[in-house]
């Protein structure tokens, strides 16, 4: 192979593994000897069929197209001694860490630990751009992490300091699809969206339906006990996953107006309750059937089940790998940091194991993608039930061939919120 095809190659590698932009593949590619032999890929047959780009050009990353992240400053050098002394600062939605595991950490590193939190991604981004909150770490979801990146707003990590990593979590979240060699983040909790019910209240065994979704626009008889996830995207893909449609990161206003119409459908039929709080309608029976997170049927179970109730009538349904989404969020440092050592030794201590586990079966029933977490293991030490090994996941569930909902354009934002926006305020 000669020069100029090496360099083809080399190009081609960077632009897929999300180190160099379509445009800037395009460039590279014009300027060799051998631009006519790439002829197919000047014209878009293969760079065209990449995901859009997305804030600062950084691609927008897929379960099938992984980005490696730019980096804007290196990372801290090994070896460095943790801060100690005055306040640490943490930045995340109420009531998703243990208040008890987060004084643990405060006491061991010799700082006070001083919690604010946020309300939404949006609201978590805004306010960290604006520095009306100047956090050392917080929780960040995959689909805003280009966006922080491209606005400076977190740190590269030094993976020396964070050897949980690779000795306690799942290999598939080592290198994640939207944060290639894990530059900027590590993964905290995962789930599936599904379907959470009460096996004591719905007659159907919705596992074993054909279309289970299907059970949402047949659900006249639970009227009133049935609700779907306050989320423009959840919701949304809800009904296209109900049609039989994938592609849930999609901008065809065709597809997401037709969408919100099967939602707008649902309406008269069983006037469906929209929020985020089935972890404690399911569990107290307020609600019978609710488009869910896997992680809301195992709080509802570890946290919010009345006097007397066992919890064998919760039940959670979700699709095979490829035909529903999973999920995951992660953790960062702020780039404001005044602590950058410490805030790494954070990021290691979440992914302790005995940290994660006591984190999970205690205060969130988010599950954490700890290798030694598994459903034989829960069921066997009578954690949870065996009517709720569906709600357990393993490493295989992500990755290559998932369906994860990620970035969209300023446009797709837009039609997912207008669409989204109308189910709302009609039902």
């Known amino acids: 192979m000669n020069n100029d ?70 990372p801290i050098k090994s070896g ?68 922080a990146v491209a606005g400076k707003l977190i740190k590269p990590i030094n993976l020396d300091y964070i050897p949980n990593l690779k000795a306690n979590i799942w290999p598939s979240l080592h290198s994640p699809f939207y944060d290639v060699g894990s530059r900027y983040t590590v993964p905290y909790v995962t789930y599936a969206t599904g379907i959470g019910w009460r096996a004591d209240k719905i007659s159907e ?8 979704w299907e059970i949402f626009w047949k659900s006249e008889k639970y009227k009133g006990y049935v609700g779907v996830l306050d989320d423009a995207r959840e919701s949304l893909a809800m009904a ?48 019978w059937l609710h488009q869910s997170w896997s992680g809301d049927l195992l709080g509802a179970y570890f946290n919010y089940l009345p006097a007397g109730d066992n919890g064998s009538s919760l039940r959670f349904w979700s699709p095979a790998k490829g035909k529903g989404q999973v999920q995951n969020d992660c953790w960062a440092i702020l780039r404001t940091t005044k602590k950058p050592v410490l805030a790494h030794l954070w990021l290691n201590y979440l992914l302790d194991k005995d940290v994660a586990y006591s984190n999970f079966t205690t205060f969130t ?29 393993t490493s295989d569930a992500f990755g290559p061939g998932s369906l994860q909902l990620m970035t969209l354009t300023p446009k797709g934002q837009a039609l997912w919120q207008k669409a989204y926006a109308r189910f709302n305020s009609g039902a």
């Open 240 to 287: 296209m996953l109900y049609r039989g449609f994938y592609d849930l990161n999609t901008e065809d206003p065709k597809v997401i107006n037709k969408a919100r119409d099967d939602l707008m459908a649902m309406i008269p039929i069983c006037n469906p309750k929209i929020n985020i709080t089935e972890y404690q309608t399911l569990a107290k029976g307020e609600s």
């Open 205 to 212: 065994d919705i596992a074993k339906m054909d279309n289970p």
């Open 365 to 393: 029933g988010y599950q954490p993608p700890q290798v030694s977490i598994t459903a034989d293991s829960l069921i066997q030490a009578k954690v949870l039930p065996e009517n709720l090994r569906t709600a357990i996941f």
């Open 80 to 147: 460095l001694p943790p801060e100690t002394g005055g306040t640490f600062k943490l930045f995340n939605y109420q009531d998703y860490f243990d208040k008890k595991l987060i004084d643990e950490f405060g006491k061991k590193h010799g700082v006070k630990m001083e919690l604010t939190t946020f309300d939404s991604m949006d609201q978590a981004i805004t306010r960290m751009a604006s520095h009306s909150v100047q956090p050392d770490v917080t929780d960040i979801t995959p689909d805003r992490l280009a966006q």
């Open 5 to 74: 095809s090496l360099e083809v190659q080399q190009i081609l590698e960077d632009f897929d593994s999300g180190r160099l932009s379509r445009r800037q593949a395009l460039k590279a590619l014009a300027a060799t000897s051998v631009a006519a032999a790439v002829a197919p890929f000047l014209a878009g047959s293969a760079l065209a069929s990449s995901p859009p780009m997305g804030p600062g050009g950084i691609p927008l990353a897929r379960p099938d197209h992984p980005v490696t992240l730019p980096l804007h400053e290196e």
